[in-house]
């Protein structure tokens, strides 16, 4: 049996992949390549490249691959763009979701790891955020993991769907195979190592007047390798029977914007120019996870929990990967 991993080609993806690999999982990928990169991807990994919300190809992948379970990654995931097109938000990450749960619902695959976001939380009332906060989205990425949530809430009740949704805070760093590689990118981590590398001039810092100590925005930053670490545990506790779960995903430490680019100049011994610019619409102040639910449930801790260690590991791969993922390889 197989496991059939959406937006494997993407970031997390796949670091997923090459860690369900080194477990001896038999996984199979789906990616509409928009964002991800046929390159992130091992070969001899079984790859089919079309829209999740394709009902006959997943039918199809079910009966190719007799699948056991979804990880699903595939979503664009960029709160600025989300909120200037939401509807590319709503139809791609909700709609086009729904129609994949639709198929694994009738191909008979009952277990569902979901990538969802701290971004359904909003502006948090407390920190850290534990799951049983409010959800209350501050843009459209955020609400179209919330449908998601939503539906598969009922499809539990319903069909019998067991799935854990695990809420990401900010992903972050690289294995030494796969890295960020994001066209535009808009992620602060490589655009910090963009300007390093001199890349970009500077780097954009949004906001200065926030209620933090720096006035920068606070985000907790986890690495990728252990949230994908965090999807086999999913798995596995799937596997074992257990129920449906909300889990937050991060270091329980919050670091500024300013702390981030400070980080980055000690790590890559180079000058980073920064400019300020205004606050980025949909950008709330301070995102920290409680994730303590994760540690009791699945015995998950960051094994890569300090920001140098985790710039470290991404400008170790941008040094590796100027360019980025190779550009010509399609399909
Ligand atoms: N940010 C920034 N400059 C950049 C990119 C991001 O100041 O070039 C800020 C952004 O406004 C947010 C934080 O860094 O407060 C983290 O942003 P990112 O896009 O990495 O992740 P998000 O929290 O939006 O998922």
Redesign the pocket.
């Known amino acids: 049996m197989s496991i059939l991993v959406t937006g494997g080609a993407g970031y997390i993806g796949s670091v997923t992949v090459e860690l369900l690999l080194e477990r001896g999982e038999r996984v199979v990928v789906l990616d509409s390549l928009v964002r991800g990169h046929r390159a992130a991807l091992p070969d001899g990994v079984p790859f089919y490249q079309g829209e999740v919300g394709d009902r006959d190809l997943i039918l199809r992948i079910a009966r190719e691959h007799d699948l056991e379970a979804c990880i699903h990654f595939a979503a664009l995931?960029?709160?600025?763009e989300s909120v200037t097109e939401p509807i590319r938000y709503f139809v791609n990450n909700a709609a086009q979701g729904m129609l994949l749960l639709e198929a694994l619902i009738e191909a008979g695959v009952r277990r569902f790891v979901f990538s969802s976001?701290?971004?359904v939380y909003g502006e948090p009332e407390r920190i850290p955020i534990p799951e049983e906060h409010p959800r209350r989205p501050a843009n459209s990425y955020g609400w179209s993991k919330y449908f998601m949530e939503r539906a598969l809430e009922d499809c539990d009740a319903a069909y019998g769907l067991k799935f854990v949704s695990l809420r990401y805070?900010?992903a972050?760093g690289a294995t030494e195979r796969c890295g960020e590689d994001h066209e535009p990118?808009?992620?602060?981590?490589?655009?910090?190592l963009a300007a390093a590398l001199g890349r970009i001039p500077y780097?954009?810092?949004?906001?200065n007047d926030?209620p933090t100590p720096d006035g920068?925005?606070?985000?907790d930053y986890i690495h990728v390798r252990d949230l994908a670490d965090a999807h086999l545990r999913a798995l596995t506790w799937l596997r074992q029977g257990g129920g449906s779960l909300f889990l937050n995903l991060g270091s329980g430490k919050g670091y500024s914007?300013l702390e981030?680019i400070r980080t980055a100049r000690e790590v890559t011994g180079r000058e980073i120019p920064m400019r300020w610019?205004p606050?980025?619409p949909?950008?709330?102040a301070r995102?920290v996870a409680d994730a303590r639910r994760a540690e009791r449930l699945l015995g998950w801790t960051p094994a890569f929990p300090e920001l140098a260690t985790i710039i470290e590991s991404a400008w170790r791969w941008r040094l590796a990967h100027p360019d980025g993922y190779p550009k010509h390889q399609a399909g």
């Open positions: 995931a960029y709160v600025g976001t701290c971004a805070f900010n972050a990118e808009t992620h602060l981590i490589p655009n910090v780097v954009p810092v949004f906001g926030y920068t925005a606070v985000r914007v981030v610019e606050r980025r949909g950008d709330p995102l």
